[in-house]
């Protein structure tokens, strides 16, 4: 996966596709706590969503944070 990573970064230098812009219009009552709870148990569950890549020199690695 490092090397598909380090491919896209040459290539697409802002990683902006990964990064759409969305906007989502509640009409309804929101608890807004709940909604941070469930992204918090997916960024919990699923390690990618942890994970950064950063580049020293021309070695890219990824560090994982560990999950709250």
């Known amino acids: ?5 380090f491919g896209y970064i040459i290539k697409r230098p802002t990683g902006s596709e990964f990064n759409p812009p969305v906007e ?33 020199g021309e070695h890219l690695f990824g560090a994982f944070c560990q999950a709250k």
């Not at 996966?1 to 990573?5: E, F, I, V």
């Not at 941070?36 to 580049?55: C, N, P, V, Y």
């Open 1 to 5: 996966m490092a090397r598909w990573a």
């Open 24 to 56: 989502l219009r509640v009409k309804a009552p929101f608890d807004i706590d709940v909604l941070r709870r469930a992204l918090q148990s997916l960024i919990d569950h699923h390690e990618m969503l942890r994970t950064t890549f950063h580049q020293d």
